[in-house]
């Protein structure tokens, strides 16, 4: 068995012989990496004061070194597609950023100032709706009442909607845009309102009323250059005030009844009309027809009194007898008296009396002539006849 040798034996020699060496201690480990770590920082051998304030000195600049690039890095920015982004340098207008990812200078040097150019926003006059502010919301009477150009007043109320055009005019032109807005809305709705009659604006006017306000108050935000654009301008409500309300209501009634009266007068005449023009070119065409049937008829009695003339002028005497007999022909015909030729011999008798009255019409009596005594002349007698008349 071998002998344990103690380290301090064989004149102090270590067990693993002559050329060998001691491990390093932990507490040497960490010295010699600081010392390497402060030559790499220092660049050169220094005491141990000197060493502690190189390393404080190094530590500081890496801190510097990453708050840069922090500082840099908060530079960083993106705006949203309804936004528009606009940088300040030192509070002085830079540019303007769209869409996307883009860089400034960090605070304090410039600033960004997101704003929502596609927002709606709205702005209501002579009331307000309940909001979290204004919970009860109501009438607001200094507003809302106003004098028309007949010198009536009326209690209107307006809702206006708009979204912010130029952005830099906006931010930059006026204090405080939206209030701009209200007043010009104000003064726009009293000078539209103060140039119209009240029934005009109860009635058909409205929407003329609320176009015209519009164009009216976006000439005055672009002479301000607000930056602002109306989109839309909505007349809530219009009525004579609380005051006048049922004298208002009598009136509303009247002319209500009014044009009912005038609906019905109306409805008759579209009725009457037609039936009358009707009437009128019927009555055109019987005088028409009349007119060709006088001139058709005159025209005849015209040519049958040229062939009588012919006639009469070969033959008078025949012709005159001829129309002596037609004549009192015609004449006789409308009298109930019967005539007889005094020289006939014998005559038949009928009762023309009570075939008048038992209203027989066209009843044609026939009275033949009695031959003559002498019937070896062969002269037969006139036939008369009559005809009764209802």
Request: proline share 3%.
């Amino acid at each position: 068995m071998e002998s344990i040798v103690a380290w301090n034996d064989n004149n102090n020699q270590n067990p693993w012989g002559e050329n060998g060496q001691t491990p390093p201690e932990l507490d040497e480990v960490i010295k010699d990496f600081k010392k390497k770590f402060e030559g790499f920082i220092g660049g050169k051998k220094t005491s141990n004061s000197e060493k502690q304030s190189n390393f404080s000195a190094g530590g500081l600049k890496y801190l510097f070194i990453i708050a840069l690039l922090v500082w840099l890095i908060s530079g960083i920015y993106i705006i949203d597609p309804a936004e528009r982004g606009v940088v300040l340098r030192f509070g002085a207008f830079q540019e303007e950023t769209g869409q996307g990812p883009h860089w400034h200078l960090p605070f304090p040097i410039e600033e960004v100032t997101r704003v929502n150019v596609e927002q709606i926003r709205s702005a209501e006059i002579g009331y307000r709706n309940a909001t979290v502010d204004n919970r009860f919301g109501g009438n607001v009477s200094s507003e809302s009442l106003m004098l028309t150009k007949d010198e009536n007043m009326i209690d209107a109320k307006f809702a206006v909607q708009y979204k912010i055009n130029v952005v830099q005019d906006y931010l930059f032109n006026v204090a405080n845009p939206d209030m701009t807005l209200r007043q010009v809305l104000e003064s726009a709705i009293r000078q539209v309102v103060g140039k119209n009659t009240m029934d005009y604006i109860l009635t058909e006017g409205r929407s003329d009323i609320a176009d015209k306000i519009k164009e009216k108050s976006q000439e005055l935000l672009n002479m301000y250059a607000t930056g602002l654009e109306i989109t839309t301008v909505n007349m809530q409500d219009a009525q004579p005030p609380e005051q006048v309300q049922a004298a208002f209501s009598d009136a509303v009634k009247a002319r209500e009844d009014k044009q009912r009266l005038i609906n019905e007068a109306q409805t008759y005449a579209n009725d009457i009309l037609p039936k009358s023009r009707g009437k009128a070119a019927r009555m055109l065409e019987e005088a028409k027809a009349y007119k060709s049937q006088v001139i058709s008829k005159s025209e005849g009695e015209a040519s049958r009194f040229n062939q009588i003339l012919a006639e009469y002028i070969k033959a008078p005497e025949v012709t005159k007898e001829r129309l002596y007999r037609e004549t009192m022909e015609s004449v006789l015909a409308t009298t109930s008296k019967v005539v007889v030729d005094s020289k006939a011999n014998s005559m038949m008798y009928l009762p023309l009396d009570k075939l008048i009255s038992s209203k027989q019409q066209n009843t044609q009596i026939v009275f033949k002539e009695s031959q003559q005594q002498n019937n070896e002349s062969g002269k037969s007698s006139s036939v008369f006849r009559s005809r009764e008349v209802r």
